[in-house]
Every structure is written in structure tokens, then in C-alpha cells.
């Protein structure tokens, strides 16, 4: 089905997050926001809740414990050399391991959960056109609206009394 | 809100156009003086790599060590620079935690702060051990000898210490970084444009971007909080987990972090005086921020006073003798006037600050923040140098450690590495957050708060730099 695409440029987060849900109520198409800081309107506009990335840095966590306990353990029996009259499996001391692997394993793998989820690096031709408008890094709010042909002017109209500077065909 | 100055309001929409502009300005065309201070830190570094690479030919021999006395100045600076590096997870975490709003403007500088030091303290085991070639026999990998590393030293736990702190400090700078990197990408017009492209990984400020970006930094935030915590335990455990006197104690580790914080406030504020005066930064990292670094210091220098005189009651009240003769000859042995300026220099000097006129007085808080660097040196040289050189044999009294050349320019050189590379760093990376900045501006309900800027003189009006390129 053909769409057009229509991209909303606004001053302010709220005005943005009205605009936003303007057309989420009146159904006239799906939405993406760009934004130069996290804003906690456009948050509630788009109804997100909590992102996935706590579990990719629980399980990292999990994965991490468990091999800093798991590493000294396995070379303490690959070659069992008592020191200084220890017990093989010397607890105390592997703690500090798995402590420093939980915490290294959680934080690389929430790196990994945040590439993936974020979807970057994003190398896409397709993708980049839409980012040419340098000023969402700046200042301006974009409300971006994939739309059926027939809502576009809605779409606009929605878009304008919700403040936004300008209303245009986006790529 | 965050505060950045007092007098004159610009207008809501402004407001961001000017953050940018007047943070991304100082990643500008660099003057004369930058480039003298880039040229005498990299002098100093080719020093102290010209002295390693004598080390490296000849052998340890040509460090001052004699026995007992078998860690100097190496680990001195080791313990040293891991614990500056703490006050940057402290501001950029712990303080994040706990939303300190005032931490926005000094969080990015404080972070680079700790990537750099980590690198530089990283060296210095290298650095210690005879054969530096063989560095790599401290991880534990399959290898044709056939053997493990020793996972109950503390040595090792170091190992992992470190690396854990270094590989989570570059990813939460760089975390920090990436909206930041693409705003200088916009707006950038020379050769390093691409270079931004590649690094920012084509962020584009999509909600869906924020919506991981946010959650994942306030988890970084969580994890590097026990982190730090538990690194300069580890640290402390090189020494305490011994059981020579003046080394053996159950109060290394809140005692060692707390000076490791306090170190690392100190200079932080060393460099943001000078940062913010040569990139005219006045208006973002104001006298405020840098008096709650001044008030933070007074708290972290009375918890290492309050460990010092721990220290030396616990040797008095044990009636143990060789505890006792180790903190005596401490205090008044052969090393008696570095103790006694390190004393002085971390819980006399630093309670200057509690005087408003002091913690607001930029050579003041200058001067001061200089005596507790000093003063923390100072207080790891105390605790290596003379517990070893008074150990449990009378007869390996010998007499002073002394530095050879090596040592003294091996300590040059890193001082030179730290501030090369942050020297680097502040020219080419937004030296404040730039998110954060305008994030501090959004209320909750999306509205934008003034900002208000006191020196109109700085900049040309922020509405014309919407397309201002660095």
C-alpha cells in the first residue's frame, strides 16, 4: 500500500508530544519522534514503558557471576597446586572474580543490547535520508508520520495545531 | 535547574542553539597556548618513554629499589592514578544516582578524567615487573607452560579490577558521547567530520534511540557505582591482604577510596580552573560547581583524617611492637617530613575550604586543590616506602629509598600522558555534555526552562547559530 510521509518539525518537546498524539488518537498513520534530548513527553506521547536493555545486563550479569566463579574453579582442578595451605576452591578470594566478571558481563552486554535495540551502527542509504535535517540534533523536535495518501492533509492539519513550525513531505 | 549563570534570560528556543554553539566553539581552531601546553606534555611523555626504554634494555636495576624496599615509586603512582580516577565515577555515577542536577556541567570532564587515568595507572604494573615483555602472563589463558594465574592475589584480582574499570569508564564516556558526537557531525565542516560520522554511528535523535540511550546510561550508572567501590577496595588489598605492619589493616578499603576520591576531586578541579578560563566555559562550569567539588573534598578529606588517626591509635592500643615501631618511625623515622607534609597537606590544608570566601576563590581553590594532589602522592609514597623499608628484620634497616633518574622521569612521563591525553580530548570531543546541558532544561513536562547566560559579551546571539559550524 503506497504512503506518504510527512515530517513535522516543532520548537518544544510538548508541542511535539501533542502533535504526537493527535495522530496515535486519530489513528492517521504510524509515528516516529527525533529529538536533540530524551524527553519525557514524547515518552508518555508514544507510550513507552521500561526498555528491554535491563535484561540483556541481567543475563549478562547471570552469564558473568557465573564464570567468575566457574574460571578459578576449573583451573584450580586443571592443575591442583595448593598455596600457602588454602582450600582448592578458596571462596574469599573468587568472589572479587565473579564480583568484577558480574559487573563487566553486565555492562558489555547492555552495550550489545543497546546496539541491537537502538539498531546501530546504522550504515542504511535508505535510513540516513531521513536524518539529513541537522537541527534534531540541535534544537527542533521531529515528529515524522507514515501515512496513507488520503490522511495527508489531516495529517498536516493534526501536525499544525499542534504547533509545529512546518509540515512537509518528508524522504 | 542547573546553574548557568544569573543576569540576562534568552529566550526557551535559543536556549539550545546557544549550548551547542558555545560548547561545540571550543572544539574550535586551537591557539598558541593549547598548542604548548599539547607540545610540553608530549615532550614529557617522549621523557618518560626515552627512561622506560633504558629500563627495558638495562633491567630493573636501574630503578633506585633495594632491598626491603622492592615497590617505590611505580606503585606509588599506580595507586595514585587509579585513584583519580575515582572522583570521575563519582561525579559522572554516583552523583547521577542520587540526580545532583550540578554534577551536568563537570560530569563529562570528570569522565575523561577517569578513562585517563585508568590508562596511565594501567602502565605502572607494566611498568614494575622486571621482564615488561611478558606483561600477559597475569591473564589467564590456556598456554603451552601449562599454568594458571593465582587467583587468590591480589595481584590478580587487580588485574580483573582494572580491566573491568576501564573497559566500563570507555563505554560510559562513550555512551555519553554518541548524541554528542553527532551534534558535532551537524555541524562540523572539517577534516574530522567523518571521523565524527563513523563514531556517532549514525545517531539521529529517534525516540526509539532515547528511549535505550536513557535506560542504558542510567544502568551504567548503577553498575560503575559498586565498581568504583570495589577497585580501590582491590587496591588497598595489594597491601593489606600482606601481613607486613603499616600494611596489614582492616580499614584500607573505605579508607583507600575515600582518599581516592578525595584525590580525584582535587584534580578535577586542578584542570577544570584552567579548562574553563582558556575554552571560556565560565558560563556552564561556574564558581557553584566548583564549590560543591570544594565541599565534597572537605567531606572526603575529614574521612581520610578521621582513617589516619584510626590508623595510629589502633598501632598505639594494640601493644603490638612492630605495629608500633612502624607508625613511630613513620612519624618520626627517616621519611618523617613526607609524612608530616602529607598530613598537613591532606586534613589541615583541604579544611581551608570551609570558609565560603576560600571555596569561592578560584586561586584559592587552585592553590589548595594543587596541596591535596601533592598531599595524596605523598600519602601512597608514606604507606609503600616506609612500611617496607622498616619491616620485621632490623637488619634490612638499610636506610632512604632513593629514586634514580628513571623513576623521577618514568612519573614525569605520566603526568605528561594524563594531561596529553585529556589536552587531546577537550579540543576534539565536547568537554561538556551537551545533552545533559539541554536535558537540564527540559522540565517534566516538556517545557523549556530559561537559560540564563551572564557574559552576553561571550557570544553572538544564539539565534544565529543554528547553522554555526565548529
Not at chain 1, 552486554?109 to 535508505?126: E, K, N, T
Not at chain 2, 551537551?434 to 517534566?444: C, D, G, N, Q, R
Amino acid at each position: 500500500m503506497p504512503t506518504v510521509k510527512i515530517m513535522g518539525v516543532f520548537d518544544s518537546g510538548k508541542k511535539a508530544a501533542r502533535g504526537i498524539n493527535a495522530i496515535r488518537k486519530n489513528d492517521l498513520g504510524s509515528v516516529t519522534a527525533y529529538s536533540p534530548v530524551p524527553d519525557h513527553a514524547l515518552d508518555h506521547a508514544l507510550e513507552r514503558s521500561v526498555s528491554p536493555i535491563r535484561l540483556f545486563i541481567l543475563i549478562g550479569g547471570i552469564i558473568g557471576c557465573i564464570s567468575g566463579f566457574a574460571l578459578p574453579i576449573y583451573t584450580v582442578y586443571d592443575w591442583p597446586l595448593i598455596t600457602g595451605g588454602k582450600a582448592l576452591i578458596s571462596l574469599p578470594p573468587f568472589v572479587v572474580i565473579a564480583f568484577e566478571l558480574t559487573i563487566l558481563f553486565g555492562a558489555l552486554s547492555g552495550m550489545m543490547g543497546f546496539l541491537i535495540l537502538a539498531r546501530l551502527p546504522r550504515v542504511s542509504r535508505r535510513t540516513k535520508a531521513i536524518t539529513v535535517d541537522p537541527t534534531f540534533s540541535l534544537d527542533r523536535f521531529g515528529v515524522f508520520v507514515s501515512c496513507d495518501p488520503k490522511s495527508e492533509s489531516a495529517v498536516r492539519e493534526a501536525l499544525k495545531l499542534a504547533g509545529a513550525l512546518e509540515a512537509s513531505r518528508g524522504a | 535547574m542547573n546553574s548557568v549563570g544569573t543576569s540576562v534570560h534568552t529566550a526557551p528556543s535559543n536556549a539550545f542553539s546557544r549550548i551547542d554553539s558555545d560548547i561545540l566553539r571550543t572544539m574550535g581552531r586551537p591557539g598558541y597556548a593549547y598548542c604548548a601546553a599539547v607540545a610540553i606534555a608530549a615532550l614529557g611523555l617522549g621523557f618518560g618513554a626515552y627512561a622506560f626504554s633504558v629500563q627495558w634494555r638495562f633491567g630493573i636495576g636501574v630503578a633506585g629499589y633495594e632491598h626491603p624496599v622492592l615497590w617505590a615509586i611505580y606503585i606509588t603512582n599506580f595507586v595514585f592514578w587509579v585513584g583519580i580516577a575515582h572522583s570521575g565515577t563519582l561525579i559522572s555515577a554516583v552523583l547521577f544516582l542520587f540526580r545532583a542536577k550540578w554534577r551536568t556541567a563537570v560530569a563529562r570532564a570528570s569522565e575523561a578524567t577517569t578513562v585517563f587515568a585508568v590508562l596511565t595507572a594501567s602502565l605502572f604494573p607494566i611498568i614494575h615487573i622486571g621482564r615488561p615483555w611478558f606483561f600477559y602472563w597475569l591473564f589467564p589463558y590456556p598456554n603451552e607452560r601449562q599454568l594458571w594465574v593465582n587467583f587468590r592475589s591480589p595481584l590478580i584480582w587487580d588485574v580483573f579490577a582494572l580491566s573491568t574499570y576501564l573497559t566500563v569508564s570507555i563505554m560510559f564516556l562513550f555512551l555519553g558521547l554518541i548524541p554528542d558526537i553527532a551534534a558535532a557531525r551537524d555541524r562540523c565542516a572539517d577534516w574530522r567530520k567523518p571521523i565524527y560520522r563513523a563514531l556517532a554511528l549514525g545517531w539521529d535523535g529517534s525516540h526509539r534511540r532515547w528511549w535505550h540511550y536513557s535506560s542504558l546510561y542510567a544502568f551504567f550508572a548503577a553498575l560503575a557505582t559498586p565498581l568504583v567501590v570495589s577497585v580501590h577496595s582491590i587496591v588497598s588489598w595489594d597491601f593489606a591482604v600482606s601481613i607486613l605492619p603499616g600494611w596489614h589493616s582492616t580499614i584500607f578499603a573505605p579508607y583507600f577510596v575515600a582518599g581516592a576520591i578525595f584525590s580525584g576531586l582535587a584534580m578535577v578541579i586542578t584542570l577544570l580552573i584552567p579548562l574553563r578560563k582558556f575554552l571560556q566555559l565560565e558560563d556552564y562550569i561556574t564558581i557553584d560547581h566548583l564549590e560543591n567539588l570544594a565541599k565534597l573534598i572537605i567531606v572526603t578529606s575529614l574521612i581520610v583524617g578521621y582513617s589516619y588517626i584510626t590508623e595510629f591509635f589502633i598501632a598505639w592500643y594494640s601493644g603490638n611492637p612492630f605495629e608500633q615501631q612502624t607508625f613511630y618511625n613513620r612519624l618520626f623515622g627517616d621519611y618523617w617530613l613526607f609524612t608530616w607534609s602529607m598530613l598537613i597537606c591532606n586534613t589541615i590544608i583541604p579544611l581551608l575550604f570551609f570558609s565560603k570566601y576560600l571555596r569561592t576563590n578560584l586561586v584559592a581553590l587552585f592553590t589548595i586543590s594543587i596541596f591535596v594532589n601533592i598531599g595524596m602522592w605523598l600519602e601512597r609514597f608514606v604507606i609503600i616506602t616506609t612500611s617496607l623499608s622498616h619491616d620485621f628484620d632490623p637488619a634490612n634497616w638499610s636506610g632512604l629509598y632513593q629514586p634514580t633518574w628513571v623513576e623521577v622521569a618514568i612519573t614525569i612521563g605520566s603526568f605528561s600522558m594524563f594531561f596529553l591525553l585529556f589536552l587531546l580530548f577537550i579540543k576534539n570531543f565536547p568537554v561538556v555534555s551537551i545533552t545533559e546541558m539541554k536535558e537540564a532544561l527540559v522540565t517534566s513536562n516538556g517545557e523549556h526552562q530559561e537559560l540564563r547566560i551572564t557574559s552576553e559579551s561571550l557570544h553572538s546571539s544564539a539565534a544565529s547559530s543554528t547553522g554555526d559550524s565548529i
